[in-house]
């Protein structure tokens, strides 16, 4: 603890066992973070957090892992705050208030990815892009697991302009809402498609950017999109055929692009079932 000031405070220890930070001052210049396992910056959130500082300044802690071999502290929690900080003092080095997870290993990837996710949520809610982004720089996942997330990543910013984030997940992971697999960590790294659901997958995106491309975004609106996915990969497992669910798939896409003109895609749960029996009612008579 060589950079640390004689402020240094250590707990005592207490009658439940329970870790208590440590607490201290180091140089702003002491402390980083990994862009790996922290989310993008949000500008604004930055700008804001500098106007507070300046009008009611710093009242706050930066928690931090244990020093590091090179006298460093890495953030586990702060990372706007202390930007913030680095852009009002630009070349200056103030001290800065930390409090240490003594316990914690910053060395240890997953230990630092799950704290850092922890901490933020208590703060400003992380979106599906966060946690996906980190999830597809996370090297403790075995090749496969991390593969998959680089592409989902990968998929999400080249759609961008077509699909919401939601739609991009819902196609991977068939869930519509909650994204449990996207946000619980055990979940996330055992996540893995079947040689089928691989398939499903790669039709699902094929139709649905052909489908988005030719009537605009504007005309397949994010609530409609989310529930018709959410609907093919529900089929997808009930026919459990890939040949029969592309000819069920293609079988709707005419109802698509008829109701988009007229009426409107349906956007609530009620009107979406009852659009999709009437078009399973139309496709199978004119299959017949």
Request: hydrophobic share 35%; proline share 2%.
């Amino acid at each position: 603890m060589a950079h640390i000031n004689q402020l240094y405070i250590k707990a005592k220890q207490n009658s439940k066992d329970i870790q208590m930070v440590t607490l201290g001052f180091v140089p702003l210049s002491k402390l980083y973070y990994e862009e790996e396992v922290n989310r993008d910056e949000y500008t604004s959130h930055t700008e804001t957090f500098e106007d507070v500082i300046q009008e009611d300044n710093f009242m706050d802690t930066v928690k931090v892992f244990p020093e590091d071999s090179e006298g460093r502290f890495k953030i586990a929690e702060a990372t706007h705050r202390v930007r913030a900080l680095k852009n009002i003092f630009q070349d200056e080095d103030p001290e800065v208030p930390i409090a240490i997870l003594d316990w914690k290993d910053g060395e240890d990837e997953e230990d630092v990815k799950t704290t850092v996710i922890r901490f933020n949520n208590t703060g400003r809610s992380w979106n599906l892009y966060d946690y996906v982004k980190v999830h597809s720089n996370t090297n403790y996942f075995t090749k496969e697991v991390g593969n998959l997330w680089n592409e989902i990543f990968g998929k999400m910013k080249s759609l961008k302009s077509l699909m919401s984030n939601a739609t991009v997940i819902g196609i991977y992971t068939g869930q519509i809402s909650g994204h449990d697999v996207v946000k619980v960590e055990n979940l996330a790294k055992k996540f893995r498609l079947s040689s089928y659901e691989r398939q499903v997958v790669d039709i699902i995106l094929a139709r649905m950017t052909n489908i988005i491309t030719t009537l605009g975004k504007k005309n397949v609106p994010v609530l409609f999109q989310r529930k018709y996915v959410n609907h093919m990969r529900l089929e997808s497992n009930r026919l459990n055929d890939i040949n029969d669910f592309e000819k069920y798939f293609q079988s709707t896409i005419p109802s698509v692009h008829a109701s988009s003109k007229v009426q409107g895609l349906p956007l609530d749960e009620d009107s979406f079932r009852n659009w999709i029996n009437t078009t399973v009612q139309v496709s199978k008579l004119n299959a017949a």
